[in-house]
């Protein structure tokens, strides 16, 4: 143990507040001795005889308990020595102060500053540890948000970019009916992907916000609501859901968790075959798997899937575009809902996203 640790500090306090407890009263009566011997007696009564009726209160307690100059006495050299700890109590807690001092100049410009105090078990190394995995964590996440507000820049200045060459073409020239109605098309097209763009940060915001109410949800249900509005969606593509869904109760916002489903499913659909199957599964644990039979994901790419505007090129069949905010959504509001979601490749085709959420109260309770 170092002897720059608050522990051996104290500990050495300690050993001199209890040297100074055995020793205070003897330097009671000393005092007590050197008062008496150097001052005049301001009572005014001699030795061994008793106080006049007339004399002050003071006096006639102290004549009756001789034992107050004592107490007194005893109590000025325990308020003297406690005058002494201060600075010594200060000394102990230096190190934290000086710990303090290199903890305060961090700021969003220095977030790679790490403490480094060492593999030692003392407290303060302990601490320095748990601060460094501490900012470790804060950089990791600020630099997450730095990359997603860049990328939500280039995200919304690429269309930004096209609409105004298309405008600008339209105001240019003279256009006939056809190109007229070529240039309004990918407007429409640029417009609707901003659309979406937008809507995805918002609900990207608000999962991370947390949920305001919690109420019981039928999964079930929803998967069953949401697998119904895509059936013709996959029809087109080609691609045949089939699903196993026992009932199933989360606790959570409703249009959340139906934006849950319904991202899942969509990224399924596009990223799979023509006659390609989405197997949609609600149980007790995991709660939601969500699996399809397109391209192999290698297992390195997995994991950078929920990172907003992080897209597969793959080969896919559904070529309406995107945010690359689909997973990252779908994470986030699985967060919010207290729960787990996870991808992993089949080895062969697809992708099986699996969600997990806490047990609620009542599994079989009616919405």
Request: glycine share 8%; hydrophobic share 45%.
């Amino acid at each position: 143990m170092s002897p720059r640790t608050p522990a051996r500090r104290i500990l050495l306090l300690c050993g001199a507040l209890l040297l100074a407890a055995q020793v205070a009263p003897l330097l009671a009566g000393q005092t007590l001795a050197w008062w008496q011997a150097f001052s005049t007696d301001w009572c005014g009564i001699p030795p061994g005889r008793a106080p006049d009726s007339d004399a002050p209160f003071i006096c006639v307690q102290m004549f009756r308990r001789p034992s107050i100059p004592r107490a007194i006495a005893l109590a000025a050299v325990l308020a003297a020595m406690l005058a002494a700890a201060y600075p010594m109590v200060r000394w102990c807690l230096r190190p934290i102060r000086e710990l303090a001092a290199g903890i305060a100049n961090v700021g969003p410009m220095n977030l790679g500053h790490r403490l480094r105090p060492g593999p030692g078990r003392s407290e303060l190394a302990e601490l320095g540890r748990a601060i460094d995995e501490m900012m470790d964590r804060i950089a990791v996440g600020y630099e997450a948000q730095r990359r997603f507000a860049a990328d939500a820049s280039h995200e919304l200045r690429t269309p930004l970019a096209v609409q105004r060459t298309l405008i600008e073409v339209g105001m240019a020239r003279t256009l006939t009916a056809e190109q007229l109605e070529l240039l309004t098309t990918q407007l429409l097209a640029t417009n609707e992907r901003n659309e979406r763009l937008i809507e995805g940060l918002l609900v990207l915001s608000e999962s991370d916000r947390g949920l305001v109410a919690r109420t019981p949800q039928r999964l079930d249900r929803i998967v069953a609501a949401v697998l119904d509005a895509h059936q013709a969606r996959a029809a087109e593509a080609g691609v045949t859901i089939t699903s196993r869904l026992q009932p199933r109760v989360v606790l959570g916002e409703q249009v959340l968790l139906e934006r849950l489903v319904a991202n899942l499913v969509q990224n399924a659909v596009k990223y799979n075959r023509a006659d390609g199957v989405i197997e949609v599964q609600v149980g007790d644990d995991p709660a939601l798997v969500v699996s399809n039979t397109g391209d192999d994901v290698p297992v390195e790419e997995v994991s950078a899937l929920f990172e907003p505007f992080r897209r597969r090129f793959g080969n896919r069949i559904d070529h309406s575009g995107g945010a690359g905010l689909g997973l990252a959504i779908a994470r986030s509001i699985t967060r919010a809902h207290d729960g787990i979601i996870a991808a992993s490749s089949t080895g062969h085709d697809g992708l099986r996203v699996q969600v997990s959420f806490p047990a609620a109260s009542s599994p079989t309770a009616s919405i």
